[in-house]
RNA sequence: CGGGGCGUAGCUCAGCCAGGUAGAGCGCUAGCUUUGGGAGCUAGAAGCCGGAGGUUCGAAUCCUCUCGCCCCGACCA
């Protein structure tokens, strides 16, 4: 039966009753019952992976791969992407760029323009349409924002501008490998920057350095910048931050005093941040390729090791603006091309990068910003009335404290239990025993440091959430 | 893209060389016992042995082709 209009309406008057916004809820009815969580947690290393951060993703049930180097994100993986990506973007806001989104299928038209479609070779997947039109899944995006630039901007008084995204993107490696750190589908936050000058342009940079620098902090991670080859995004200005690991991908050289570094609080980044990058430049750091023998540092105090690369930024000029047209007019009445920079963090491979950076042998330590859940409820004996009694009274705490934390409500036993909260690996565990009701205290473990702790339920919940 | 390896139950793997009707451990289901660091016993469910051809009375096993995945190297957020 053909559908009318009036059935239409009506059927569309159904979408908007309430049960379809079922699925929009306030943080207290989402489970965090671990009897109605999916949480596929592997006893055993699955053969397919070699390194740390894959074998602990895909034991601790974050992730599946669907294909190489293609993942899918189960629920846990998920909570830990989010979290990365909400810290990611709070910084990029702070620098005063906008978030916009981008297509994943582009049109191979400014690719054309810019010269890339040629250049960039078979790590771009390369798409016809039934209308035999060229299209190609975007491996990243200079010419799609050059291309909103220039149909939607046309003055100087519209600079600085800076527009940034947080989107899956699709690069056909030769060989992935090392799970999500090296896969061929990936998210990325990817940032553009439009400026009139050189010299505004520089500004532009050095904000997302010192951005870059508050990203990586707060995740608990020690990220050095280095002198890095640009590749072929092109331009003469750009620094890799890299996080130092002993599975990292390359060899890296620095100053030790690099490592000790801090990161700076409270940036004004409208005034001059020269002095920061100075700062932070003024001691040799630099990647396999980039790397010289007359670097002057002295022997004891160089530092080789290994390194994961977990972001990326460039100033390439007017590289894609002048052969795509992206002009804006001077006060003078003069059209001149726009000086660009982009601005990338990786991160899906940010996660790998963490694991990689923060486990041990039971397996993954959550440093607390990215934590899939604050803590872990440990019920030794689900059906216990008294231990059943004592969690659904933290478990509803924590939920009007708007704070997660996932309640093992199973009847595993206690021994199965702990080794998975280890291996997920959340920063508290707290524990409940009959024992422990009966003295009137819980259990809070440290994940991090192992160390066991018989306190008062306020006393535990006052050390989880602060 | 060069070189190597592997596809058998959800996971880890045996069986293949020397063809004869599919196995173990873990996990899963049920029951009993157990209960503070991945328990024990009993009973079960579960696999077109990656796919297609071929050889053979008979193929997980031999041959050919194909698809997928992993590892080492060269390349990349």
Same mark, same amino acid.
């Given at each position: 039966?053909?559908?009318?209009?009036?059935?239409?309406?009506?059927?569309?008057?159904?979408?908007?009753?309430?049960?379809?916004?079922?699925?929009?809820?306030?943080?207290?009815?989402?489970?965090?019952?671990?009897?109605?969580?999916?949480?596929?947690?592997?006893?055993? !290393?699955?053969?397919?992976?070699?390194?740390?951060? @894959?074998?602990?993703?895909?034991?601790?049930?974050?992730?599946? /791969?669907?294909?190489?180097?293609?993942?899918?994100?189960?629920?846990? $993986?998920?909570?830990?992407?989010?979290?990365?990506?909400? &810290?990611?973007?709070?910084? /990029?806001?702070?620098?005063? +760029?906008?978030?916009?989104?981008?297509?994943? &299928? /582009?049109?191979?038209?400014?690719?054309?323009?810019?010269?890339?479609?040629?250049?960039?070779?078979?790590?771009?997947?390369?798409?016809?349409?039934?209308?035999?039109? #060229?299209?190609?899944?975007?491996?990243?995006?200079?010419?799609?924002?050059?291309?909103?630039?220039?149909?939607?901007?046309?003055?100087?008084?519209?600079?600085?501008?800076?527009?940034? %995204?947080?989107?899956?993107?699709?690069?056909?490696?030769?060989?992935?490998?090392? $799970?999500?750190?090296?896969?061929?589908?990936?998210?990325?936050?990817?940032?553009?920057?439009? #400026?009139?000058?050189?010299?505004?342009?520089? @500004?532009?940079?050095?904000?997302?350095?010192?951005?870059?620098?508050?990203?990586?902090?707060?995740?608990?991670?020690? +990220?050095?910048?280095?002198?890095?080859?640009?590749?072929?995004?092109?331009?003469?200005?750009?620094?890799?931050?890299?996080?130092?690991?002993?599975?990292?991908?390359?060899?890296?050289?620095?100053?030790?005093?690099?490592?000790?570094?801090?990161?700076?609080?409270?940036?004004?980044?409208?005034?001059?941040? %020269?002095?920061?990058? !100075?700062?932070?430049?003024?001691?040799?750091?630099?990647?396999?390729?980039?790397?010289?023998?007359?670097?002057?540092?002295?022997?004891?105090?160089?530092?080789?090791?290994?390194?994961?690369?977990?972001? @990326?930024?460039? @100033?390439?000029?007017?590289?894609?603006?002048?052969?795509?047209?992206?002009?804006?007019?001077?006060?003078?009445?003069?059209? %001149?091309?726009?000086?660009?920079?982009?601005?990338?963090?990786?991160?899906?491979?940010? &996660?790998?990068?963490?694991?990689?950076?923060?486990?041990? #042998?039971?397996? &993954?330590?959550?440093?607390?910003?990215?934590?899939?859940?604050?803590?872990?409820?440990?019920?030794?004996?689900?059906?216990?009335?008294?231990?059943?009694?004592?969690?659904?009274?933290?478990?509803?705490?924590?939920? +009007?404290?708007?704070?997660?934390?996932?309640?093992?409500?199973?009847?595993?036993?206690?021994?199965?239990?702990?080794?998975?909260? #280890?291996?997920?690996?959340?920063?508290?565990?707290?524990?409940?025993?009959?024992?422990?009701?009966?003295?009137?205290?819980?259990?809070?473990? !440290?994940?991090?440091?192992?160390?066991?702790?018989?306190?008062?339920?306020?006393? +535990?919940? %006052?050390?989880?959430?602060?």
């Amino acid at each position: 039966m053909v559908s009318t209009d009036r059935t239409r309406a009506l059927s569309f008057a159904a979408l908007l009753s309430p049960p379809f916004f079922r699925h929009v809820r306030p943080l207290e009815s989402q489970t965090m019952r671990l009897s109605r969580f999916m949480l596929p947690t592997l006893k055993e !290393n699955p053969a397919e992976a070699s390194i740390v951060s @894959h074998r602990l993703m895909l034991r601790a049930g974050m992730v599946r /791969q669907h294909a190489s180097g293609i993942y899918n994100w189960l629920p846990l $993986g998920l909570k830990v992407l989010r979290r990365i990506e909400a &810290i990611v973007r709070e910084e /990029q806001d702070r620098t005063g +760029a906008l978030e916009i989104l981008m297509p994943t &299928i /582009q049109s191979a038209e400014p690719w054309k323009e810019s010269g890339r479609y040629d250049d960039y070779g078979k790590e771009m997947l390369r798409i016809v349409d039934r209308h035999d039109v #060229d299209l190609l899944y975007g491996p990243t995006h200079e010419e799609v924002v050059t291309d909103i630039f220039r149909k939607n901007v046309g003055s100087y008084k519209s600079l600085p501008l800076n527009m940034y %995204q947080i989107h899956w993107k699709f690069r056909d490696e030769v060989r992935p490998r090392f $799970g999500v750190m090296r896969g061929r589908e990936f998210l990325m936050k990817d940032a553009y920057s439009f #400026d009139t000058s050189f010299e505004a342009a520089k @500004h532009a940079y050095n904000k997302m350095f010192v951005a870059y620098l508050r990203t990586y902090e707060r995740m608990g991670l020690k +990220a050095i910048p280095m002198a890095a080859d640009t590749g072929p995004i092109g331009g003469k200005l750009s620094h890799e931050f890299i996080i130092l690991a002993e599975t990292g991908e390359s060899a890296v050289y620095c100053h030790k005093g690099l490592l000790e570094k801090s990161v700076p609080k409270d940036v004004d980044y409208d005034a001059d941040l %020269q002095p920061i990058i !100075n700062d932070w430049t003024s001691l040799y750091a630099a990647t396999d390729e980039m790397h010289v023998e007359t670097h002057g540092v002295p022997e004891g105090d160089l530092v080789a090791a290994r390194g994961i690369e977990v972001g @990326h930024i460039f @100033h390439f000029g007017t590289k894609y603006s002048e052969p795509m047209g992206a002009t804006v007019t001077m006060p003078d009445g003069t059209n %001149q091309p726009v000086y660009m920079g982009s601005y990338g963090i990786g991160v899906s491979r940010l &996660i790998g990068a963490i694991i990689e950076a923060s486990h041990d #042998d039971n397996g &993954i330590i959550w440093p607390k910003e990215v934590a899939p859940f604050a803590a872990g409820l440990v019920n030794l004996k689900s059906g216990n009335a008294e231990t059943d009694a004592v969690c659904a009274d933290i478990y509803d705490r924590f939920r +009007a404290r708007g704070s997660e934390v996932l309640y093992d409500d199973t009847d595993e036993r206690a021994g199965a239990k702990f080794a998975n909260m #280890d291996l997920i690996g959340l920063p508290w565990q707290i524990i409940v025993g009959p024992k422990g009701v009966a003295k009137g205290v819980v259990e809070l473990k !440290n994940r991090a440091t192992g160390e066991r702790d018989e306190l008062s339920l306020d006393a +535990a919940l %006052q050390t989880v959430l602060g």
